[in-house]
T-cell receptor, first 115, second 115 residues
Framework: IAGITQAPTSQILAAGRRMTLRCTQDMRHNAMYWYRQDLGLGLRLIHYSNTAGTTGKGEVPDGYSVSRANTDDFPLTLASAVPSQTSVYFC??????????????FGPGTRLTVL | AQKITQTQPGMFVQEKEAVTLDCTYD???????LFWYKQPSSGEMIFLIY??????QNATEGRYSLNFQKARKSANLVISASQLGDSAMYFCAMREENSGYALNFGKGTSLLVTP
């Protein structure tokens, strides 16, 4: 059982470059999420998707875009990377986006460094 | 305002002993869920246990239990019979019914289990 896979595992990127972080889940979950984890700030939601075809903004969406063409995939794109986007990025999924009881399961993370 | 507070930056416990990791939360929403995640040094976020605001009994999952004191707004994680593999960061998180889709995370507690 793979659960959630993310690629790449880590990446060093020059500022100004475009980058897409990939996320795939095999649990047929309806909802997917992107978080970033920074020291001292914890995990913060970037974007989410309730179901295929819909997306929404989280707490820190600026500089990021997402798409949800199908149930399994939820890529995160940095159109023009900046050093402040250096972080560890986690993709997560859950069965029922709208329920506060809904458990989110996380992928292994992508460590991104923008120079 | 910080919604989740974890006051213990670091904890030590001897192998086979029990340990309690503290978590207090702040919400005016009557419906919410509380979650604990483990993050080992490898970096992945592993879901451990869930407690709903209307649950009458404390949640348990194997060696993990949640000491839920609703009036005090606390949701402490108890790990019984600690093992060396329990050494990790532990994050408490909350999701409120009316606050959107994000999990609000605390800053975490680093647990070290010693032989």
């Amino acid at each position: 059982i793979a659960g959630i896979t993310q690629a790449p595992t880590s990446q060093i990127l020059a500022a100004g470059r475009r980058m897409t972080l990939r996320c795939t889940q095999d649990m047929r979950h309806n909802a997917m999420y992107w978080y970033r984890q920074d020291l001292g700030l914890g995990l913060r939601l970037i974007h989410y998707s309730n179901t295929a075809g819909t997306t929404g903004k989280g707490e820190v969406p600026d500089g990021y875009s997402v798409s949800r063409a199908n149930t399994d995939d939820f890529p995160l794109t940095l159109a023009s990377a900046v050093p402040s986007q250096t972080s560890v990025y986690f993709c997560a999924s859950s069965d029922e986006a709208g329920a506060y009881t809904d458990t989110q399961y996380f992928g292994p993370g992508t460590r991104l460094t923008v120079l | 305002a910080q919604k989740i507070t974890q006051t213990q930056p670091g904890m030590f416990v001897q192998e086979k002993e029990a340990v309690t990791l503290d978590c207090t939360y702040d919400t005016s929403d009557p419906s919410y869920g509380l979650f604990w995640y483990k993050q080992p040094s490898s970096g992945e976020m592993i879901f451990l246990i869930y407690q709903g605001s209307y649950d009458q009994q404390n949640a348990t999952e194997g060696r993990y239990s949640l000491n839920f004191q609703k009036a005090r707004k606390s949701a402490n994680l108890v790990i019984s019979a600690s093992q060396l593999g329990d050494s990790a960061m532990y994050f408490c998180a909350m999701r409120e019914e009316n606050s959107g889709y994000a999990l609000n995370f605390g800053k975490g507690t680093s647990l070290l289990v010693t032989p």
